[in-house]
């Protein structure tokens, strides 16, 4: 098992900055990649990035390229979204999720970090 706790949510004006945490536990070896994901109110869920183990692999959505930088520190076991330039519309909750080889859906979540932006 694999447990991963997020945090760095919060309330922030567009064009401001927050950096979200996402610190795993457990059989930690077992993880491939490691992915923000988020949903919006009334919105499906959304991948937002992801890392792979080794600190490559590293995708973005189109809509936060530019803005949005995934990272990791290993000896921490922790995986940070670093988020500048927010925009309202990044306003969701943010998920972490560790695919340990069966694909996202298959894997471990956390339970999700509320990030606002204001206009």
């Known amino acids: 098992q694999v447990q991963l706790v997020e945090s760095g949510g919060g309330l922030v004006q567009a064009g401001g900055s927050l950096r979200l945490s996402c610190a795993a536990s457990?059989?930690?070896?077992?993880?491939?990649?490691t992915g923000w994901f988020r949903q919006a109110p009334g919105k499906e869920r959304e991948f937002v990035a992801q890392?792979?183990?080794?600190?490559?692999?590293?995708y973005y959505a189109d809509s936060v390229k530019g803005r949005f930088t995934i990272s990791r520190d290993n000896a921490q076991n922790t995986v940070y979204l670093q988020m500048t330039s927010l925009k309202p519309e990044d306003t969701a909750v943010y998920y972490c999720?560790?695919?340990?080889?069966?694909?996202?859906?298959?894997?471990?979540w956390g339970q999700g970090t509320q990030v606002t932006v204001s206009s």
């Open positions: 890392i792979s183990r080794s600190g490559g692999g590293i």
């Open positions: 457990g059989r930690t070896f077992s993880i491939y990649y």
């Open positions: 999720a560790a695919d340990h080889g069966t694909g996202w859906s298959g894997g471990y």
